[in-house]
């Protein structure tokens, strides 16, 4: 037994010392593509999405059960609430949650104030009697004080006067407090009152503006909450279409400046909008300028969600650019920034960093690279530096 335990140790010291054989990883197959020389024609193409000019969502500012929503005659010549799609013009009653509520309040707030002017006038009556017997006090005072001087008047007639005078400037003094006090209850009652006035006005949401509805998310009956979005609505009398342009193009741009304007939806139809807005500073990733123009849009045709297109000129005498496809463009190695792309010497995978430029349908102008140069076009995002890569035709 012992036997067998030494000759297999024996084998087992014998399979380790062997030599394992490595594992090489195969050759990452790969597209590659020469960077090529691009020369910008004028009018090149830009796309943008269209946006409404004005969007708000709208909420009820209290609590309340929905009590009824505006009404209009729908296609089928029946009566419905409005909603998405449909239009509403500025300062249309959309929905009202239920006034009973509310209005009790601003009837307790109006019996608050009412009896707080009350006990206010009764105060100022109250110390207006109180006024007048200190006045007839001081008269008698002064009388006793004359007599009491000339032997007249006893000295217990004197104290009791006096003590009158005391009394009654006690009792002004005492109403006086009363009238203030009186007069800050009043103040808070009235407070009490217009906000109670203004949870009632705000039982109903109103439309800002002329708009069509966009969203609505609240039926007859439910439980409108303060806060939660009722309605969103969006002013189509004007649209935008932002875009982003490279900086050879917006130099040549200004705000109100006309552009025209093309949407794939309606290719036989061209608008003209008028610069609004220009970025002050190219973004920090794509390098563009993102540039906004706004559109009249009276028959409401446009629609935010279209695509729109644009042609703007590039300068004349635009100098060949470097391009590479969009594919080619990947992240740099870790802890940089920016984009590169991988440039194939022989076999061997090379990662340059490279700055973007504007694009030119599926290409890129880029600069770091030079015309000739042989960079991954497909299959660039899975191949490591220094790394062997196989090129499929």
Do not use: W
């Amino acid at each position: 037994m012992k036997q067998l335990s030494f000759a297999a140790l024996s084998m087992l010291l014998i399979s380790c010392n062997r030599p394992v054989p490595r594992l090489e990883k195969s050759p990452t197959p790969v597209h590659l593509t020469a960077v090529e020389m691009f020369t910008p024609k004028s009018g090149e193409r830009y796309s943008a999405s269209l946006l409404p000019d004005r969007q708000v969502t709208l909420a009820f500012k209290v609590n309340g059960f929905v009590e009824s929503i505006y009404q209009i005659r729908g296609a089928d010549g029946r009566v419905r609430s409005i909603d998405i799609g449909d239009a509403v013009q500025q300062g249309t009653v959309l929905a009202r949650v239920r006034v009973k509520d509310y209005q009790l309040q601003v009837d307790q707030a109006t019996g608050q104030l009412n009896q707080a002017r009350e006990s206010q006038q009764t105060a100022k009556a109250q110390l207006a009697q109180a006024e007048a017997s200190a006045a007839k006090a001081v008269l008698d005072f002064e009388r006793a004080s004359a007599l009491f001087a000339d032997k007249a008047l006893t000295k217990s007639d004197y104290d009791s006067a006096k003590a009158q005078l005391d009394s009654t400037r006690a009792q002004v003094d005492a109403a006086r407090t009363q009238v203030q006090a009186y007069a800050a209850a009043f103040q808070t009652t009235q407070a009490g009152l217009g906000t109670a006035n203004l949870g009632l006005q705000d039982t109903s949401l109103v439309a800002p503006f002329s708009a069509a509805v966009v969203q609505r998310t609240m039926e007859i009956g439910s439980l409108a909450a303060a806060g939660s979005a009722a309605f969103t609505l969006a002013d189509l009398s004007s649209v935008k279409a932002s875009f982003g342009v490279p900086d050879v193009v917006v130099v040549n741009l200004k705000t109100g400046g006309r552009l025209n304007i093309f949407a794939e939806a309606l290719p036989n139809q061209q608008f003209q909008g008028t610069i609004t807005n220009i970025a002050a500073v190219a973004d920090s990733s794509t390098r563009l300028f993102q540039v906004q123009v706004t559109i009249p849009n009276p028959q409401k045709i446009l629609k935010p969600g279209m695509i729109a297109s644009l042609e703007l000129g590039t300068p004349a005498g635009a100098e060949a650019l470097p391009v590479v496809p969009l594919s080619a463009i990947v992240r740099p190695k870790q802890g940089e920034s920016g984009f590169a792309v991988i440039v194939v010497e022989g076999r061997q995978a090379r990662r340059k960093l490279v700055t973007l430029g504007a694009t030119y349908g599926d290409r890129v102008a880029v600069a770091g690279v030079k015309p000739g140069d042989r960079v991954i076009s497909t299959g660039a995002a899975l191949v490591a530096e220094g790394e062997t890569v196989e090129v499929i035709l």
